[in-house]
């Protein structure tokens, strides 16, 4: 139980207060920013090399799905851990206009369609929501208004979708194998 609340909190938190330390003894937050970019690319080729080569793999049973694991034990790891760079890098690449960046997001989305994580596509989706939403606001509806009504329509019609989607997300989850339970109708 101490082995997984170490890895899972310990570390975490130590990771976490090493960071604040040396953003403020630094006062810049670039190494950060560009060590994740560049954690997350060589993610994304080793992804890649496994897709196209197939070997590599730490995780056989993903690869028989057609699904890449890279360096970690499950699939759903890679999309943990390149999901929160791309909603960081996404904004950085159309703020500071830089081509580098651009494709580095699209590396790394690329990679984690390879992961077929339903989650991370669902999390990247509303990623690219928020900011297509943010970008309509301030580009457009500051300058004219009629793009409100349209903002406000694309809003109600993704809540929408999002209802109908959680109420059909058992179609979602895997099929359970075996013999069903059904009660207690042994004789």
Same mark, same amino acid.
């Given at each position: 139980?101490?082995?997984?609340?170490?890895? !899972?909190?310990?570390? $975490?938190?130590?990771?976490? !207060?090493? =960071?604040? @330390?040396?953003?403020? %003894? =630094?006062?810049?937050?670039?190494?950060?920013?560009?060590?994740?970019?560049?954690?997350?690319?060589?993610?994304?080729?080793?992804?890649?090399?496994?897709?196209?080569?197939?070997?590599?793999?730490?995780? $056989?049973?993903?690869?028989?799905?057609?699904r890449v694991s890279a360096v970690y034990n499950s699939a759903n790891m890679v999309g943990l851990y390149l999901g929160p760079i791309i909603a960081l890098i996404l904004p950085l690449s159309f703020w500071r206009r830089s081509l580098f960046l651009g494709i580095s997001a699209f590396l790394m989305v690329a990679a984690t369609v390879f992961t077929r994580s339903k989650g991370t596509t669902l999390a990247l989706g509303g990623v690219f929501l928020f900011y297509f939403f943010y970008f309509v606001w301030?580009?457009?509806?500051? %300058?004219? %208004?009629?793009?409100?009504?349209?903002?406000?329509?694309?809003? #109600?019609?993704?809540?929408?979708?999002?209802?109908?989607? #959680?109420?059909?997300?058992? @179609?979602?989850?895997? $099929?359970?194998e075996g013999p069903v339970y059904q009660g207690s109708n042994t004789a």
């Open positions: 139980g101490l082995g997984i609340f170490k890895a !899972y909190f310990g570390e $975490p938190i130590l990771v976490f !207060y090493m =960071t604040v @330390d040396t953003l403020q %003894r =630094t006062k810049s937050w670039r190494w950060l920013v560009w060590a994740l970019i560049i954690s997350g690319l060589w993610l994304s080729f080793f992804c890649f090399g496994q897709k196209i080569t197939g070997r590599f793999t730490f995780a $056989p049973w993903e690869m028989a799905q057609g301030r580009n457009l509806v500051r %300058r004219q %208004r009629i793009f409100l009504g349209f903002t406000l329509s694309l809003l #109600f019609f993704l809540l929408v979708f999002l209802g109908f989607f #959680f109420l059909k997300t058992h @179609d979602l989850t895997p $099929p359970v």
